[in-house]
């Protein structure tokens, strides 16, 4: 029963985050959801399943990267305020800092602060 209990640790600890792969597919899900919602799918190819076929290679190119420390907790965050976000480009509780910003942690910003 001892070495029963670090497994389980182990296994709850990683349900806490999203791994990369599942991540991709859910924010690209979320994106185009929202890109239809607001009739801007013309800029991925002008249907829902193209827009999600780009958004997930390009999301998982991007937080697979070395330029990128991926935070399996913060893209979570992430994807919970896709789903509250507004054609208007807001989300419904105006919060202006994003969980997004942290999916790739410190590695996926420039010294400025911004988003690479």
Do not use: H
């Amino acid at each position: 029963m001892k070495r029963t209990l670090p497994l389980v640790g182990a296994i709850l600890l990683t349900g806490c985050g999203l791994s990369e792969e599942k991540y991709a597919e859910k924010a690209a899900a979320e994106a185009c959801s929202l890109y239809e919602e607001c009739d801007l799918l013309e800029y991925f190819g002008g249907t829902y399943d193209a827009c999600v076929t780009q958004m997930e290679a390009a999301v998982l190119a991007y937080v697979t990267s070395e330029a990128c420390d991926y935070d399996g907790g913060a893209a979570k965050s992430c994807l919970n305020e896709w789903k509250d976000a507004t054609c208007e480009g807001s989300t419904t509780t105006g919060e202006t800092d994003s969980a997004c910003d942290d999916v790739c942690g410190d590695a996926g910003t420039t010294g400025d602060g911004g988003t690479m």
